[in-house]
């Protein structure tokens, strides 16, 4: 982890949802932008007069690449200091501080075991980046789910992305659902998903990330299926 403070350059600013934005960022430095799928950057934000009340922390949905840059998509919570001034004031050609990558929330090394990624919102970062990477590099996997909810589809991110990686990755499936919705896809939570699809796979790892009550829940109905606590890793946000 890169424990110095740099200042970025915002390069790009688009809309994915009604509520949410994606922020492309550009590094101080020509080189390679080099960090682990998964991980994430924290930003100094104007928003405080205290240091650790203006420092928010975001994971990185973009892979590991030969740019110097990096994309962090971000949902607006309408009582949110940092993400009221990202949505409010923050505008194409402005610098932003930022220090990174961190984190151990990674893509592992050997993915022998099938693997599965639980996500709501925004949570779908890391698993964009890790997908990416596999992709990307060509690495071989067992199988992996991709398990994301979320209220409707109007609210679903890198949805169009998702359904041509299942299409291009054979061992990769992706299960959007939602909450909100009739569709023809899965509709509830995605606890009822996982739960069938692992019913007979003691060996699975997996993978959680989002707000702390899913991942509280994920992790209780896990334990009570049998899961050992060392196959099951959860980034929480919020």
Known sequence: M?????????????????????????????????FKAGQFVTLDLPIHE???KRWRSYSIA?????????ELVIVLVEDGLGTNHLFRNVVVGDEIVFRGPAGVFTLPS??????????????????????HSVYNHQIETKNIYLIYGTRTQADLLYFKEMTEFQLQLPQFKYIPVLSRESWDGKQGYVHDVYKELCADNPNANFMLCGWKNMIDDARHFLNELGYDKKQIHFELYG
């Open 110 to 131: 050997h993915v022998d075991q099938d693997l599965y990624m639980i996500c709501t919102g925004t949570g779908i970062a890391p698993f964009r980046s890790m997908i």
């Open 50 to 52: 205290k240091k650790n």
């Open 62 to 70: 973009s892979a590991p690449d030969t740019t110097n840059m990096f």
């Open 2 to 34: 890169s424990l110095e403070w740099q200042i970025g350059k915002v390069v790009s600013i688009m809309d994915e949802t009604h509520n949410t934005r994606r922020f492309f960022i550009e590094t101080p430095s020509s080189k390679p932008f080099h």
